[in-house]
């Protein structure tokens, strides 16, 4: 039986300079999609999933980050005054229990595998769960939740898993296919960012992960890879054809990468036309954009 996966590490140490001047004063991850942070749509990910322990890799510069997730007394006793029950009922869902949360920090910036290798004291001899707030997924059984039931089933380190146009391959970790299963399938090769022509397949590493502890102490012996970093794929690709293997898993959910500015925008449209009392004004004024310009044509 594989064991019950309950911490997770979000690496949060990440300048954001993709969207400077904001992130100049808010860490990307404050950024909203409608009117919540990036984090929180992964701190929700995670929780639907199981996760109990929350680990934060942070930087200099994230402060707001860890206030976010402070109890706010004196705004939870105006709403409640003005009896404003349903956003009382929002900002009590931010809300944390006591020392669910912790903050590590990464003193340098040498990659993705490094910060994940800054939580090894805190995730210990346990399977745990990595998100990357940057990919944002809207799904109807969130995705990591799908992972945690893919990684009962197989075990091992599972990685999520997506098509990509082949000329975006460099860009992402990509997977090599030894066996399909339908939605699971067993990895035979993990490269990150190839170059041009050299991917194993188009399938993309998306990023949440459930590795085992072993990947931990594989970080710690790591050369750097790709762009000069401490990558973790190079950290999973070594446990490929060991005891328990590397599986992908192909998610059921539409990914929206807001690590660029395009993804963040398409984002934005997409969860406020979810939304019921923004669906029908959104869609008038995109349909007012939209209709001029097909006319045109
Ligand atoms: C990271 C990982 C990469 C993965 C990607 C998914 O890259 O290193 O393997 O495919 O996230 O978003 P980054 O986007 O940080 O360059």
Same mark, same amino acid.
């Given at each position: 039986m594989t064991r019950k996966v309950t911490k997770a590490i979000f690496p949060v140490a990440g300048l954001g300079t993709r969207f400077l001047p904001a992130t100049k004063s808010i860490p990307k991850e404050i950024m909203t999609l409608v009117d919540r942070?990036? *984090?929180?749509y992964a701190i929700d990910e995670a929780r639907?999933? &199981? *996760? #109990?322990e929350f680990i934060f890799v942070t930087?200099?510069?994230? &402060?707001?980050? #860890?206030?976010?997730?402070?109890?706010a007394p004196q705004l939870q006793t105006a709403l409640a005054e003005a009896n404003k029950t349903k956003l009382l009922e929002t900002l009590k869902a931010t809300n944390m229990d006591d020392g669910? *949360?912790?903050?590590?920090?990464?003193?340098?910036?040498?990659?993705?595998?490094?910060?994940?290798?800054?939580?090894?004291?805190?995730?210990?001899?346990?399977?745990?769960?990595?998100?990357?707030?940057?990919?944002?997924?809207?799904?109807e059984k969130p995705c990591l939740q799908?992972?945690?039931?893919?990684?009962? #089933?197989?075990? &091992?380190?599972?990685?999520?898993?997506? #098509?990509?146009?082949?000329?975006?391959?460099s860009a992402y970790g990509v997977l090599g296919i030894k066996k399909e299963n339908g939605q699971i399938f067993e990895v035979s090769e993990m490269v990150e960012k190839p170059p041009a022509g050299e991917a194993p397949s188009n399938l993309a590493v998306i990023g949440r992960y459930i590795l085992t502890p072993s990947i931990m102490q594989n970080l710690g012996s790591l050369k750097p890879g790709a762009g000069g970093e401490i990558q973790l794929t190079d950290a999973i690709a070594a446990e490929i054809g060991g005891e328990e293997g590397v599986h992908g898993f192909r998610f059921q959910g539409q990914r929206f990468d807001c690590g660029n500015k395009a993804g963040y925008l398409q984002a934005t449209v997409a969860f406020g036309?979810?939304?019921?009392?923004?669906?029908?004004e959104l869609m008038q004024y995109l349909e007012g954009m939209v209709a001029p310009r097909q006319a045109a044509e």
């Open positions: 942070p990036l *984090i929180q639907a999933a &199981g *996760i #109990e930087s200099r510069g994230k &402060g707001a980050l #860890e206030d976010y997730f402070d109890h669910a *949360i912790a903050y590590i920090r990464q003193h340098k910036a040498l990659g993705l595998g490094h910060a994940v290798w800054c939580a090894r004291r805190l995730v210990g001899d346990e399977p745990f769960a990595v998100i990357l707030t940057d990919d944002v997924i809207a799904a799908q992972m945690v039931e893919a990684h009962a #089933e197989t075990g &091992g380190s599972v990685v999520a898993a997506m #098509e990509v146009a082949p000329e975006r391959t036309l979810a939304r019921d009392e923004l669906r029908d």
